[in-house]
Nanobody, 125 residues
């Protein structure tokens, strides 16, 4: 069992930045691929970014490429999502998730095993 706790969400103006953190329990964090998803009101949960076990490989949803950066610190059992040039359409609850099966996570939520409780990000225009 893995527990994930997200933090760093909040209210920011368009064009601003936020850094989300996701702290994981357990001693095997470095063996997990990780992902970030988001869900806006009335919409389905969507993939944002993923990072490999070592942190050497990443993938992003097209709408966030060049603005968001996923990273991880295996010594701290933490994965991050740096979000720059935020837009109102980035407003959502952001979730981190564990993929215990793959080196680099996919964009499909069904491939993830554990989820955090989410953190709200609101971008005002």
């Amino acid at each position: 069992q893995v527990q994930l706790v997200e933090s760093g969400g909040g209210l920011v103006q368009a064009g601003g930045s936020l850094r989300l953190s996701c702290a994981a329990s357990g001693r095997t964090f470095s063996s997990y691929a990780m992902g970030w998803f988001r869900q806006a009101p009335g919409k389905e949960r969507e993939f944002v970014a993923a990072i490999s076990q070592s942190g050497g490989s990443t993938r992003y949803e097209d709408s966030v490429k060049g603005r968001f950066t996923i990273s991880r610190d295996n010594a701290k059992n933490t994965v991050y999502l740096q979000m720059n040039s935020l837009k109102p359409e980035d407003t959502a609850v952001y979730y981190c998730a564990v993929d215990s099966q793959r080196y680099l996570s996919t964009r499909y939520s069904d491939d993830y095993d554990y989820w955090g409780q989410g953190t709200q990000v609101t971008v005002s225009s």
